[in-house]
């Protein structure tokens, strides 16, 4: 039976390095599983890989997407199976790695995405209002994808209530129906909430070295607009309000840490419901469990 590992948890745990060593010692190629690590020229705000850290290991499902375009979970669903198995056909291990859990999910459990068109009519409505009442709404209409979604998305938002009011039903879970010819094992990397506020703040501190991520921006505002740019939450939102000078420098650093540390909760939340996942607190543990899976 093909083999998948898949490596997940909250946002600056040290995935990405995890996965490179798992990648080195058992032959495998990455599929990335990060929302915004798809569009092309979003590198230092997403936490993109660079190519000197792949250290030669193929990477699939980054810079495929243009940032002037919406790109769906159904579209990622679709590219990241055709990836697993190219990887597989070649006698290689795929290797998913992401934060991203609707993506994740996905995959892991074949979740049959409708393929909604865009209802014009319906987003004009729920554009007149507040995000906080498009969440109330959601969590009525699809509780799950609520407690995963960016609260304060309203892109994101909309397009969950278009699908659930479109369907008239939340978006079903067919257990391993997709992959029924796959074995998968999930690791979870685990830190404390301490651990992780310091790590996102020296992440943060590195990404703003030099203007590094805010000349980013800057280039990215040349073909899209303010409001797209915020869209993308986390950094891209405070760092194009820092921009419009909405914000003073210290503030938008100040929001994006904490709105970080709000969606590594909202990470955590989504994981933790899921009894399959195997938590590791360091590489050791995470080779010992991969160890065994492989041999089975």
């Not at 879970?173 to 997709?178: N, P």
């Not at 992440?203 to 303010?226: D, G, P």
């Amino acid at each position: 039976m093909n083999k998948l590992i898949v490596i997940l948890g909250p946002t600056a745990s040290g995935k990405t390095d995890l996965s490179i060593k798992i990648a080195k010692k058992y032959n495998g190629e990455v599929v990335s599983a990060d929302s915004r690590q798809v569009y092309k020229g979003m590198n230092i705000g997403s936490g993109k890989i660079t190519k000197k850290e792949m250290q030669g290991i193929p990477h699939y499902l980054l810079d495929v997407a243009n940032p002037k375009t919406r790109f769906t979970v159904a579209q990622y669903q679709k590219l990241a199976l055709k990836a697993i198995k190219i990887i597989q056909k070649r006698g290689k291990l795929p290797i998913l790695v992401g934060g991203t859990g609707f993506y994740i999910q996905s995959i892991v459990d074949g979740i049959v995405i409708p393929e909604v068109k865009p209802d014009w009519k319906l987003r004009k409505k729920l554009e007149r209002m507040t995000t906080e009442q498009m969440f109330e709404k959601l969590k009525i209409l699809d509780p799950k994808r609520a407690e995963s979604i960016d609260s304060k998305n309203p892109r994101r938002l909309i397009r969950a209530l278009e699908i659930v009011l479109s369907t008239n039903t939340s978006i079903p879970v067919l257990s391993r129906v997709e992959n029924q010819d796959m074995d998968i094992l999930q690791i979870g990397v685990k830190k404390s909430s301490e651990e992780l506020k310091k790590l996102i703040n020296r992440r943060l501190l590195k990404r703003l070295n030099k203007n590094t991520l805010i000349n980013e921006v800057k280039k990215l505002h040349k073909v899209l607009s303010w409001k797209r740019l915020e869209e993308f939450g986390l950094e891209y939102r405070f760092v194009a309000q820092y921009l419009q000078n909405k914000l003073t420098y210290q503030e938008m650093i100040d929001k994006i840490q904490i709105e970080s540390e709000h969606y590594v909760k909202r990470q955590t939340t989504w994981f933790k419901r899921d009894k399959r996942i195997y938590w590791i607190e360091n590489n050791k543990e995470a080779m010992q469990v991969i160890d065994k899976f492989i041999k089975k």
